[in-house]
């Protein structure tokens, strides 16, 4: 486990722990690490399960699917990034996304009950590790909030522009690289992939966007406080 401390140290879920007190938790909850090839699954819907998911390398999506390959993204995952934490903090629930490879990748499961139980020596590095938990787990709630908040718009357009600017406030900047391809994000924005280019070809005629691949750049107007400082 050694090997993946620089990336454990940049995790919120080990914030303030140093890498012995990192290395005695991993031990504490049983971490196993695991590889598995793009495309495979590493949670299915309709799974209950008891640990929880810390990408080390590659990435993975959260999705979920319906029973004709439907697909809706939930989120996307990099190294540093957890899966699956509410369901393995809440024993017996039944899991309704599924966890699946975006490239090849390495995950260091967690067994989350075991930080839920009083820790026989009352370690101050347990204590902190619960209040990241409940850090993480609000995190993901405003993840899954903002993506509410997208979908929730009336048209592709918007749906768009919504998800663009909530990028562009939240890296203060107006030219960044979203972490989705042209099909994942009309997943992850419940959105057919055909209206969507169509729709960002408009709106780069008229001079509202930049975009190459996965990079954008956005254009407001200068009587607009778009909030965000350049």
Same mark, same amino acid.
């Given at each position: 486990?050694?090997?993946?401390?620089?990336?454990?140290?940049?995790?919120?879920?080990?914030?303030?722990?140093?890498?012995?007190?990192?290395?005695?938790?991993?031990?504490?909850?049983?971490?196993?690490?695991?590889?598995?090839?793009?495309?495979?699954?590493?949670?299915?819907?309709?799974?209950?399960?008891?640990?929880?998911?810390?990408?080390?390398?590659?990435?993975?999506?959260?999705?979920?699917?319906?029973?004709?390959?439907?697909?809706?993204?939930?989120?996307?995952?990099?190294?540093?990034?957890?899966?699956?934490?509410?369901?393995?903090?809440?024993?017996?629930?039944?899991?309704?996304? $599924?966890?699946?490879?975006? +490239?090849?990748?390495?995950?260091?499961?967690? #067994?989350?009950?075991? @930080?839920? &139980?009083?820790?026989? *020596?009352?370690?101050?590095?347990?204590?902190?590790?619960?209040?990241?938990?409940?850090?993480?787990?609000?995190?993901?709630?405003?993840?899954?909030?903002?993506?509410?908040?997208?979908?929730?718009?009336?048209?592709?357009?918007?749906?768009?522009?919504?998800?663009?600017?909530?990028?562009?406030?939240?890296?203060?900047?107006?030219?960044?690289?979203?972490?989705?391809?042209?099909?994942?994000?009309?997943?992850?924005?419940?959105?057919?992939?055909?209206?969507?280019?169509?729709?960002? $070809?408009?709106?780069?005629? +008229?001079?509202?966007?930049?975009?190459?691949? #996965?990079?954008?750049? @956005?254009? &407001?107007?200068?009587? *607009?406080?778009?909030?965000?400082?350049?």
């Amino acid at each position: 486990m050694k090997k993946y401390l620089p990336i454990l140290r940049t995790s919120p879920f080990f914030k303030g722990l140093t890498d012995n007190e990192i290395l005695s938790i991993l031990h504490c909850v049983n971490a196993a690490t695991i590889s598995r090839k793009r495309d495979s699954y590493i949670f299915r819907a309709g799974e209950s399960t008891e640990v929880m998911g810390l990408v080390v390398l590659g990435c993975v999506l959260v999705i979920q699917e319906d029973l004709w390959g439907h697909r809706n993204i939930l989120s996307k995952c990099h190294a540093g990034d957890f899966f699956g934490e509410p369901y393995a903090a809440s024993p017996g629930a039944v899991l309704n996304v $599924s966890v699946v490879a975006d +490239e090849d990748c390495e995950i260091i499961l967690l #067994n989350v009950q075991r @930080l839920l &139980v009083s820790c026989p *020596t009352v370690c101050d590095h347990h204590q902190k590790l619960i209040r990241n938990l409940v850090g993480v787990l609000a995190n993901k709630i405003l993840i899954l909030n903002d993506k509410i908040t997208h979908v929730g718009k009336r048209t592709t357009r918007d749906k768009l522009l919504s998800y663009l600017s909530s990028v562009s406030i939240r890296q203060a900047s107006l030219s960044f690289d979203i972490p989705f391809d042209r099909q994942q994000l009309a997943d992850y924005l419940c959105i057919d992939r055909a209206a969507m280019s169509s729709e960002i $070809s408009k709106l780069q005629k +008229e001079g509202l966007i930049k975009t190459n691949r #996965n990079h954008f750049e @956005l254009t &407001v107007c200068n009587d *607009t406080d778009s909030g965000i400082k350049m």
